[in-house]
């Protein structure tokens, strides 16, 4: 049956609906899973690994089990205490990458202090690498080739050409965040879209002086602990008719009520980015499904 919201665009009132977009991409997500399992047999499978006790990895690493479950990928998790080393966790990531029911391996971030990150990224299959870390991925997007590509700043591109933003030439993006999750690869995927492009961060002097130059503003500071805290980018820090983009998560640091006023569109919290990433893990998972039977299938 159609739902109603398939009809629906997909910035509404100045709001880009990051779940009604979650939603339609999600639905073709599910349908090509569902016409590689027939072809292939035997569904994709995300393995988690969680190290230690981060309060926000649980919660996190639930939500994309229960939305691959929803699309038809199985999931199973690993649950591992902070006294793990670093060679268990290279040794048990080596059995999952020759694991050929694991379709998709994803360490939640952060680890301990005690494991470099960068070791542990680099010891995944960069064909099983659901997240777009590995070197492999990141020279791809660097490159700006066909990649498993990181899941937010995926979803944040994909925010964009769905309010018709797809060929940035002449736009000038600024990015409040400098992470390897967000900011970093994000600045090549706009690139790659012909953007103009500036990032800002904690050591950036005058703030203000360079989001007000912000055609399309994604901010990504995350320091606010409750929804009682001031924002970080405040109405008049936006340009008249900018795009904003909302990375931070649980609070915002938009915002929203003053800032909707001057954007063209912008993103809420929740609802905004927060969904978008899930759901391009989820069809990071279906391409790499799709790309490991294909290397495995026998020509005709
Ligand atoms: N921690 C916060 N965001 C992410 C993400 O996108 N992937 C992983 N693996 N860890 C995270």
């Not at 793990?84 to 040794?91: G, H, M, R, W």
Request: hydrophobic share 35%; glycine share 8%.
């Amino acid at each position: 049956m159609a739902d109603e919201n398939d009809e629906k665009p997909i910035c509404e009132d100045g709001v880009i609906m990051g779940r009604r977009l979650s939603k339609r991409v999600r639905a073709d997500v599910k349908a090509r899973i569902e016409r590689l399992v027939e072809k292939y047999g035997g569904p994709p499978k995300l393995t988690t690994i969680i190290v230690g006790e981060d309060p926000g990895s649980q919660m996190y690493v639930r939500s994309k089990h229960k939305a691959s479950a929803n699309v038809g990928i199985l999931s199973d998790h690993h649950d591992l205490p902070e006294s793990t080393t670093q060679e268990e966790l290279v040794q048990l990531i080596d059995g999952l990458n020759r694991d050929p029911s694991v379709t998709g391996i994803l360490v939640q971030l952060p680890l301990p202090k005690h494991i470099d990150e960068k070791t542990i990224i680099g010891a995944i299959d960069p064909l099983k690498d659901v997240d777009g870390f590995s070197p492999r991925n990141i020279y791809r997007l660097f490159y700006g080739g066909e990649t498993l590509s990181a899941a937010t700043p995926h979803g944040i591109a994909l925010m964009l050409d769905s309010i018709g933003w797809n060929d940035l030439s002449g736009k000038h993006a600024v990015i409040v965040n400098r992470s390897t999750i967000v900011g970093k690869p994000l600045v090549f995927l706009l690139l790659n879209r012909n953007a103009t492009v500036t990032v800002c961060h904690s050591k950036t002097k005058d703030l203000p002086s360079f989001t007000r130059q912000a055609d399309i503003l994604v901010s990504g500071i995350g320091r606010r602990t409750s929804d009682d805290d001031p924002f970080f980018i405040t109405a008049d820090m936006v340009k008249e008719g900018a795009v904003v983009i909302d990375v931070a998560t649980p609070h915002g640091d938009v915002d929203f009520e003053q800032v909707k006023l001057k954007a063209s569109c912008l993103t809420p919290v929740p609802g905004g980015v927060g969904p978008m990433t899930i759901t391009m893990l989820l069809q990071n998972l279906a391409d790499a499904y799709a790309a490991q039977k294909e290397s495995h299938s026998t020509p005709h």
